[in-house]
């Protein structure tokens, strides 16, 4: 084929959900016939990806004031026709040699594949250069981007926070946001925006260490820069840049630090390919463009199987087995203890990061499973201490100090989270002769007619997506106990949160308490509370809500395994798919992913997904990863360049390390919560391969 000819591939574009539109309309790959030759790709005539008016190819020969420097471009020369594969080659004559290109692109379904090859011809070293692989979006004006776990729709509720603890890119001209491959928990960047309507673009990657990278942990970087009639989204040879910053990341909980230097030396010979695949969704719905890239990253990379990781009873009993180290067997007020040892005092919290509450249902549920009766007792006996905190007109208490016997601090994440532990305590209780829950009825009544009454009045405007917990007790409640307020309570606050973020122009946030902005907590909240209206109702609206919070909450889930350097988590042979990143401020993996996948699991039969099964047992059992021989893991495992402890004095120092000591109950409860559901609905987790097959 000549250069001269009109290239077309069609691919076909599906783009829907239970609430978003469809679309047929084929993607159409094409090279102009005049001038540049430009690369473009359309849907119904409209142009969605474009090759820069540049050119299709720019390298970077320089670095100056922190930055890629004297840029190159350079359009095809040649078209040709590999079967499936369209080859565009051209190249570049710099001082000291040539560099040879060439994109290949192929339609794979509802993407075009493309990879980019750069071969250096000479025999000398191309010293400080920058290899790229842009697209421009047109019209994508004020175009609002999702990384996942990164960058959601801008991160508005973090900015107002604190910009400097959270990247920010709310699409103005000039907004450049660039991340270190290894950051994303799947590797794609979409852009959502509107014109005539609503659509979304995504770029994915085939994440990889860079070739000849100055750094010595160097990876490809992805990212966007918002222009004034357009978007780009692009991947570079490893800069990286932030809230209006060159050469920064974002490496500590509250500050971004200097990245500098990242830049290539390619050496004689040198033949560097980047992999990507382009997608378009030209009909979606305000705050549903991120929805079709994460279920094309799901077929992307597959999880594997479900039996590389620990053992389901494995988990159960290890985690039980730490469990017990916790509980303080006291004879007028046991509990289980948050913190560990080298922390003073004797502490049972309900909620958050104590999870004291759960750990009591937990004991009930899995009593058989483990076959320790003794877990009755812990379990009705922690929970009688738990049941008598003291309230007051913000709700109960959450902390129990056993040396002075003090109840202390309220919030209403804990609180909510701690309704759904005595809602499913109460539950189990009444299928089990000889238990007498009447305590903990009366005080989840007390709890439920409070904050009822409190989402009730017509001045109730929550700050963020943290009230959402009480959605799910509250639903509970009802059926429990018939109170018509509980369920019309329950329905404003799922009513009231759909409105505020279905649209993404409010993120799911706040469910995090050190950290104020959209986090994976929030919109766990989202999606525990929409999936509990449509438990009680049954009603379509509250599974579509539900979809789209669980599609938010599966951002943050890492569906890939990130090659670590040498450190803690690269001695276990660690794999990081199944882990969740916290937050948009506190980026590292944590096993709280744990505590929704039984939720996950029912999706999978409401929406008829069973790859939603598969991914639930995938992070059930791949978080049983790194537990220690006592039964044990740390909070914090840093896959990217971030922090929160250890030694943060160089940022080559972050990446691979583990907080093993911050050893928080909830890191327990969740395994054992989650399991006493699972067995509630008598899901085997070790026979999920099995069951998949069926």
Known sequence: MKHTDLLILSVSLLCGSAVMAFSQSPLTLQVGENGPHRVEATVDGRVYFQSPSEGLWSVATAWSNGWPAHW????????????????????????????????????????VKGIRR???????????????????????????????????????????TDKNAVIVHAGVPGDESFCEEHRFSSPWASLEWQDTGWHSVALHTLPSLVTDGHLRDQWWSMGARALADASELALLSGPCAANGRHSVIKALQSKVLDYPDAWVDLHPGAVVEKTFYLEACPVTEQGGGFRQPLRTAIKLHPLGSIDDFPSYHQIIHDKYRFALTRFRDREKDPGFEMFPDYIPGTQYVMGWCGQADAAGYAMLGLAKVVGDSRMISYGTRSLNLLASTPFNEHGFQLKYTAENGQWSDQDPVSQGQAMEGFARAIAAARQMPGIDSKPWEE??????????????????????????????????????????????????AGEHYAQR???????????TLDAQCEDKEGAWAGFQGFTALYEL???????????????????????????????????????????????????????????????IWRMGDYLGRPELKRIAA????????????????????QHTNFAQSGDMSAISRLRGGYSEHWTVFWITAHFLNAAAEFERLGIDLDKAEQLLKL
């Open 72 to 111: 190159v471009h350079a359009s095809p020369a040649k078209v040709e026709k590999d079967g499936p594969w369209t080859l565009v080659s051209g190249k570049m004559e710099l001082p000291g040699g040539t560099l040879v290109l060439r994109d290949a692109y192929r339609a794979e379904g509802a993407l």
């Open 118 to 160: 750069f071969t250096w011809d000479s025999k000398q070293t191309l010293s400080n250069c920058t290899l790229a692989v842009r697209w421009i979006v047109p019209g994508a004006v004020q175009a609002k981007p999702l990384f996942p776990g990164v960058l959601y729709y801008g991160n508005p509720n973090g900015a107002q």
């Open 443 to 492: 005080f989840l009544k007390k709890a439920c007619a409070l904050h009822a009454a409190r989402i009730l009045r017509s001045n109730w405007q929550p700050r963020s997506t943290a009230e959402g917990f009480f959605i799910s007790p509250l639903c509970k409640g009802y059926t429990l106990f018939g109170n018509e307020d509980f369920k019309r309570a329950a329905i404003k």
């Open 501 to 511: 973020h279905l649209t993404m122009a409010e993120p799911y946030w706040g469910g």
């Open 537 to 599: 109702t049954r009603e379509q609206r509250y599974l579509d809500w539900a979809a789209h919070a669980l599609d938010v909450t599966l951002t943050y889930t890492v569906l890939w395994d990130i090659d670590l350097p040498p450190g803690r988590m690269r001695d276990h042979d660690f794999k990081t798919r199944g882990w969740t990143i916290v937050s948009a401020q506190n980026q590292h993996l944590d096993v709280f992913g744990v505590m929704f996948t039984p939720e």
């Open 618 to 637: 995938i992070m059930y059992r791949s978080c049983g990863q790194m537990i220690d021989p006592s039964g044990s893991q740390g909070e914090q495992l």
